[in-house]
């Protein structure tokens, strides 16, 4: 009785350690994700600030920061996807087991 105890007990440390293990890697690409994504925001905001800098008018900076929108919801909706992606496939991976 006891072995067989110590048998159960050890393939469930085993398994869980594998939840762990598979928990664990999924997050570190979503966080990895992030940081990119916040990199990419912050390369942005220092572009929108240059590009700030070279207005003379209010109506010339309001042009040159309308022109950058289409870009910037671009990167946002790729951003979205990927994160979306990435915690579907952590969430079918910790499910599978």
């Given amino acids: 009785m006891i ?3 110590k048998a159960i007990t050890k393939r469930a440390r085993r ?3 594998g939840y762990l293990d598979r928990a664990y890697r999924g997050l570190e690409l979503i ?3 992030e940081l990119g ?3 990419g925001h912050y390369a942005e905001l220092r572009e ?3 590009v700030g800098r070279r ?3 209010l109506a010339e900076l309001i042009r040159y920061q ?3 929108l289409p870009e910037t919801r671009a990167r946002l909706r790729v951003d979205h996807l ?3 992606a990435l915690v579907g496939n952590w969430l079918r991976t910790i499910k599978q087991t």
């Fill in 66 to 68: 309308m022109d950058l």
């Fill in 37 to 39: 994504t916040l990199r």
């Fill in 3 to 5: 072995e067989q105890t």
């Fill in 82 to 84: 990927q994160r979306k």
């Fill in 31 to 33: 966080v990895t994700h």
């Fill in 48 to 50: 929108r600030l240059a």
């Fill in 55 to 57: 207005a003379n008018t």
């Fill in 15 to 17: 398994r869980g350690a």
